[in-house]
């Protein structure tokens, strides 16, 4: 339902996540590979803007919290 958490303990590239945010749901992702973490975050963040016309206003060292929330673990 709309509203509703999704968690994906291998998010991987996002995937999840951008599906997530098209249903109205939030999400919440962990993933041990760095290099897919900044992956990730960057196809979130751009799917959410670009559905919302929103102006991107984010870099690749700062994470917009009430968009996406992801677990990196070493």
């Given at each position: 339902?709309e509203?509703?958490?999704?968690?994906?303990p291998?998010s991987?590239?996002?995937?999840?996540?951008?599906?997530?945010?098209r249903l109205?749901r939030?999400?919440?992702g962990s993933e041990?590979?760095?290099?897919l973490?900044?992956?990730?975050?960057?196809?979130?963040?751009?799917?959410?803007y670009?559905?919302?016309?929103r102006?991107?206003?984010?870099?690749?060292?700062?994470?917009?919290?009430?968009?996406y929330?992801i677990?990196?673990i070493?």
């Amino acid at each position: 339902d709309e509203g509703d958490v999704v968690y994906d303990p291998f998010s991987g590239t996002g995937t999840t996540g951008v599906v997530a945010n098209r249903l109205g749901r939030e999400f919440i992702g962990s993933e041990i590979n760095s290099k897919l973490v900044n992956i990730s975050k960057r196809r979130i963040i751009n799917d959410w803007y670009n559905r919302t016309n929103r102006q991107r206003s984010f870099n690749n060292n700062t994470i917009d919290n009430t968009i996406y929330c992801i677990i990196f673990i070493r």
